[in-house]
């Protein structure tokens, strides 16, 4: 990824975290993707309802974007050690 889009990318992924931080205090993977706009809420209750078996299928970015957004908000603060190490399970 070209090096300002991998910036801006970052940028997204701190705007998603900090506004998760500020409304509940913690952040997880799923929040960081629906703040970014990657991860319908929607899908996110289908998913936690048992209607949809895995969120990869309906994020919509390819697995670079996915994984760098995830390294970036890994290396943010404020995650507690749930969402660090389980980033899925701890927003479950």
């Known amino acids: 990824m070209h090096p300002e889009k991998e910036r801006a990318l970052e940028h997204r992924v701190t705007s998603a975290a900090e506004a998760a931080l500020a409304h ?3 952040v ?3 929040d960081v993707l629906t703040g970014m706009g990657l ?3 929607a899908h996110v209750q289908d998913w936690r309802k048992g209607r949809i078996d895995f969120l990869e299928r309906v ?3 390819n697995l670079k ?3 760098l957004s995830m390294a970036s908000s890994a290396n943010g603060a404020g995650q507690g050690p749930e969402a660090q190490r389980d980033p899925l399970r701890a927003a479950g």
Do not use: D, E, Q, R
């Open 24 to 26: 509940h205090h913690y």
């Open 39 to 41: 991860l319908a809420p």
């Open 65 to 67: 974007k996915i994984s």
């Open 59 to 61: 994020i919509h970015a």
């Open 28 to 30: 997880s993977a799923i």
